[in-house]
């Protein structure tokens, strides 16, 4: 059958741009929640500066194209990192509800700040490794997980949803291995504070999928439930979706991704881009997982970001899909 293109768009374009035919398999979750991270985690290492409007439009995007949670900025030290001083404005541009854009605060100072800015939901971030804790926070790992506590404990009073994240939990750049039950323990202090869930960072994206399935079966040793946890990867050395698929069969239904495949921590030189949200769709798709969100609209955000900040998008799903 001879089917009429659109103008412009040749049959190799064509085929391209369709979506991956759909296998379901039974053993794995019907349903996933994508916990999208460019705006924060995407942005905060990038060197040129984002205009603010421009951010507000990345994220005004994502929400159009049906991601259910948009990180939206940090209110961190402004000094230690630059690109995202403007968090204030950021939440101004996107008002009046912000409960579906989660802001990442350190301390009761980044506190201050989220709540005159209006903020509805907070994330928290501690390391699972003392030398992180140090390099990202300035803090002992011990005062770092107080702080996170105290902030989490005042956010909640205040009626804030908190969210926690552990970093460096498969492996750390300067301590090398990191304990499944280090990781764990650190999970569960910020469970017991009152954060709704856990998202496991893969900070420098060294895991692999048997210790995905370790590291979530310790935390179940120690009585955390699978819904209380989010896996965050990067995509240094490629496994991130094998990482995802490990996470499915064991029954965790949300992951952190971020649109253009753009993203990396300032304070961890080996972290690169985050899983990009694109490649995330593509494969829930092809698995049959519904997600509510529009991987070709994800697409064009996050190929707009990345023409902004100079070059291609790193998604493998970006560039099949770009003409
Ligand atoms: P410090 O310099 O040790 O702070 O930084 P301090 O408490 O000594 O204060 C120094 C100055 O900073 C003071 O100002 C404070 O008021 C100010 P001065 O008196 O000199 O004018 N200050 C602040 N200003 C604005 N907002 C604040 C704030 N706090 C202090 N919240 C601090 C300590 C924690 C602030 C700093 O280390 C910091 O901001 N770190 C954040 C680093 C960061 O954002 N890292 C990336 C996010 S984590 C990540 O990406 C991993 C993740 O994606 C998961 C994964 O992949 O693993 C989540
Ligand atoms: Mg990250």
Known sequence: MNVELPPGVTAEDELRQRLPAVHAQSDLPDKVTIYEVGARDGLQAEKLSVPTTAKIDFIVDLVGAGLPVVEATSFVSPKWVPQLADAADVLAGLGPDLSRHPVLVPNMRGLERALAS???ALAVFVSATETFARRNLNMSLLQ???AALEVTEA???EGL????YVSMCFGDP?????????????SKALIDAGCYQVSLGDTIGV??????????RDHEAIGIDLDQLALH?????????ANVHAGLQAGVTCFDASAGGIGGCPFAGTATGNLATEDLLWMLTGLGIETGVDLKAVWSAGSKMTALLGRPSPSRVAQALTP
Do not use: C, I, M, P
């Open 118 to 120: 209006n903020a509805a």
């Open 207 to 216: 895991g692999t999928a048997g210790h995905v399935a370790a590291l979530l």
């Open 161 to 164: 949803s908190v969210r926690g």
């Open 155 to 157: 956010a909640r009073s």
């Open 174 to 186: 300067w301590e090398g291995q990191v304990k499944l039950r280090q990781v764990s323990e650190v």
């Open 144 to 146: 770092a997980v107080d």
């Open 233 to 241: 990867f990067h995509d240094t050395y490629g496994q991130a979706l």
